[in-house]
């Protein structure tokens, strides 16, 4: 039975990506990205993506239920952490399925030539907002209250 991992800031709701992969022999291993939803550490999006797919991965090879057929989906910053994933591939690696997630977040952010200012303001915020650890201090209060 193949795994399909899908690391997200955006906490486990994915019930719609689960009913797809366990009714097609898969299992389904949702990682929280660092600093997010409990997670350890603290949230600093396109930072230790790369470091962290590939330790996920390293974790992965010690469970006895994976077969070592690996396959990753997303999109958005979802996607993006397939990207990361890609930048060295690891060997159980046979699939990734990404939408709509650049691989160079620099063509989004300055579309045109200029930064896309509120764009960027909306996105940051949801990782933030929905982070219960940031959302209680006080620097996340003030930047909220600000924008």
């Known amino acids: 039975m193949s795994v399909d991992s899908v690391p997200t800031p955006a906490g486990r709701r994915a019930r719609i ?22 997670s350890g550490g603290s949230w600093q999006p396109w930072r230790h993506e790369i470091y962290d797919g590939a330790d996920t991965v390293a974790w992965l090879r010690t469970q006895p239920w994976f077969d070592g057929q690996l396959a990753g989906a997303g999109n958005s910053y979802l996607g993006w952490t397939q990207w990361a994933l890609l930048m ?42 929905s982070t219960a650890k940031a959302a209680s201090t006080p620097s996340t209060r003030s930047r909220s209250q600000t924008v």
């Open 17 to 38: 990506i689960d009913g797809m992969t366990s009714r097609n022999g898969y299992h389904l291993l949702l990682v929280r990205c660092r600093g997010t939803f409990g």
């Open 88 to 129: 060295e591939p690891p060997p159980e690696l046979v699939a990734a399925v990404i939408q709509t997630a650049p691989h160079d977040f620099s063509q989004s952010a300055y579309f045109g030539g200029a930064f896309d200012l509120s764009d960027w303001l909306d996105w940051s915020e949801q990782p933030w907002c």
